[in-house]
T-cell receptor, first 114, second 114 residues
Framework: DTEVTQTPKHLVMGMTNKKSLKCEQH?????MYWYKQKAKKPPELMFV???????INESVPSRFSPECPNSSLLNLHLHALQPEDSALYLCASSHEERPGDEQFFGPGTRLTVL | AQSVTQPDIHITVSEGASLELRCNYS??????LFWYVQSPGQGLQLLLK??????LVQGIKGFEAEFKRSQSSFNLRKPSVHWSDAAEYFCAVGAAGGSYIPTFGRGTSLIVHP
């Protein structure tokens, strides 16, 4: 299984809602990533988990809260988002957090904040 | 810190024509270099990567890239483009030491005319 799955595919939420994005991989990878991608832009790194511990937080606002319950799962909890947070949220995984390791990306969750 | 430049925002080619997408990087040592492809509404897929060895790298879907240290370039090529190659292409550079934060170029949108 060389797939990273993400749910839901699409999410529409109001600014007062609380929602979560989920990501799952069964490749035995020990590094997992959240990226944010606006239209016609490259992915922007948000968080990196390595061996289920948060290793990188790219100064992301606290309304985004990541969680890694186990080595296969990665969540992104959303609360009090702003319309400018609307974007494609991509999850990725790699064997480890090393420069040469290939990242496998999920299809993303298209988030719209009203 | 590393950086990567993709000078072309859009490239238009006819089906069957050859393709070259440009990528220039800035990094003090030999970097890890990647090319990813993203179809509309999808995640990123790795086409190929380079760190050392043969400077001509073969990838999936008939793509190849050549590393030229003297020009700090890692251009992507394909001899004959298919309509299904229409997508966004991202060049990325990874650091060879220290904390790994992949840096993506802004992307090149490939348009294929029948």
């Amino acid at each position: 299984d060389t797939e990273v799955t993400q749910t839901p595919k699409h999410l529409v939420m109001g600014m007062t809602n609380k929602k979560s994005l989920k990501c799952e991989q069964h490749m035995g990878h020990r590094a997992m990533y959240w990226y944010k991608q606006k239209a016609k832009k490259p992915p922007e790194l948000m968080f990196v988990y390595s061996y289920e511990k948060l290793s990188i937080n790219e100064s992301v606002p606290s309304r985004f809260s990541p969680e890694c319950p186990n080595s296969s799962l990665l969540n992104l909890h959303l609360h009090a988002l702003q319309p400018e947070d609307s974007a494609l949220y991509l999850c990725a995984s790699s064997h480890e957090e090393r420069p040469g390791d290939e990242q496998f990306f999920g299809p993303g969750t298209r988030l719209t904040v009203l | 810190a590393q950086s990567v430049t993709q000078p072309d925002i859009h490239i238009t080619v006819s089906e069957g024509a050859s393709l070259e997408l440009r990528c220039n990087y800035s990094y003090g040592a030999t970097p890890y270099l990647f090319w990813y492809v993203q179809s509309p509404g999808q995640g990123l897929q790795l086409l190929l990567k380079y760190f050392s060895g043969d400077t001509l790298v073969q990838g999936i879907k008939g793509f190849e890239a050549e590393f030229k240290r003297s020009q700090s370039s890692f251009n992507l090529r394909k001899p004959s483009v298919h309509w299904s190659d229409a997508a966004e292409y991202f060049c990325a550079v990874g650091a060879a030491g220290g904390s790994y934060i992949p840096t993506f170029g802004r992307g090149t949108s490939l348009i294929v005319h029948p």
